[in-house]
């Protein structure tokens, strides 16, 4: 609960609050004491109380598989698609995750939030 409240108290709006972004680095789940699906449900949730066209949550990983950040992102009425697409990622219309392997969160924030500008999602 704690960690949903952190979540929920930090996240970033851009583009006039058409994009939420909550960061959920690796530090953050052991303060927390919490495991990764601990966080699933943060995006529809922001998505049910804001009046916002996308929100994403990125996701520090770093196991014996997989170094990067995963990124999940929802929507009602956008499709994602073409923002997965671009940086080789999947899903469905309103639903869709990507990974960015060897990132930082903030590199993955800014590459998002750049391509949904470039092709002209909001």
Not at 8 to 28: M, N
Not at 38 to 63: C, H, K, P, W, Y
Not at 96 to 106: C, K, S
Request: charge should be negative.
């Amino acid at each position: 609960m704690k960690l949903w409240g952190y979540l929920l108290s930090s996240f970033k709006q851009y583009y006039d609050g058409k994009v939420l972004i909550s960061k959920v680095p690796l530090a953050l789940l052991d303060e927390y004491n919490c495991i990764p699906e601990d966080i699933d449900g943060v995006n529809s949730f922001l998505m049910r109380i804001s009046q916002t066209a996308i929100t994403i949550s990125l996701r520090e990983v770093n196991d014996t598989r997989y170094h990067g950040v995963k990124a999940s992102l929802r929507s009602y009425g956008l499709d994602l698609i073409p923002l997965v697409h671009h940086f080789g990622g999947g899903g469905h219309k309103s639903a869709a995750g990507v990974f960015f392997p060897n990132a930082t969160l903030e590199e993955v924030e800014s590459k998002l939030c750049n391509a949904i500008i470039e092709l002209h999602l909001i």
